[in-house]
């Protein structure tokens, strides 16, 4: 239960994250997001009712499934390289002084295009 808990406030704190304006808010609400699969990933072992994967036992009916394990560590080696393309992408995409892209804050709502 507090597994499911888990997931369900990391997605929750992730759509909220993805949903704002910031890049950089959308970077973290992306890792949030990554670690709720994670958890899901990890939770469909039957890691809770079963023993660990490679333990003592070689009884698979005893023993947990070790592909979502291997799955979970897939999946934090591309969300990991996801996560710095993101970062790369908005430290380099910002606009400065004579930047090429253009801010919508500074535009200014009562100014007209082509009016003198």
């Not at 660990?52 to 947990?64: F, K, Q, S």
């Not at 291997?70 to 992408?89: C, E, N, P, S």
């Not at 430290?91 to 002084?97: C, F, L, P, Q, Y």
């Not at 090429?100 to 500074?106: E, I, K, P, R």
Request: no cysteine; charged share 15%.
């Amino acid at each position: 239960m507090i597994l499911a808990l888990t997931i369900g406030v990391l997605t929750a704190g992730a759509v909220y994250l993805l949903l704002q304006r910031d890049f950089l808010r959308v970077i973290l609400g992306f890792v949030l997001l990554s670690h709720a699969v994670n958890l899901l990933l990890f939770s469909s072992g039957g890691i809770l009712r079963r023993e660990e994967p490679l333990g003592v036992a070689t009884d698979p009916t005893v023993t947990a499934d070790p592909l979502p394990q291997a799955f979970v560590l897939t999946a934090i080696v591309i969300a990991f390289g996801i996560t710095i393309y993101l970062v790369v992408l908005s430290v380099t995409g910002r606009a400065g002084k004579d930047g090429l892209v253009a801010d919508d804050d500074d535009h200014d709502p009562n100014e007209r295009e082509g009016a003198p």
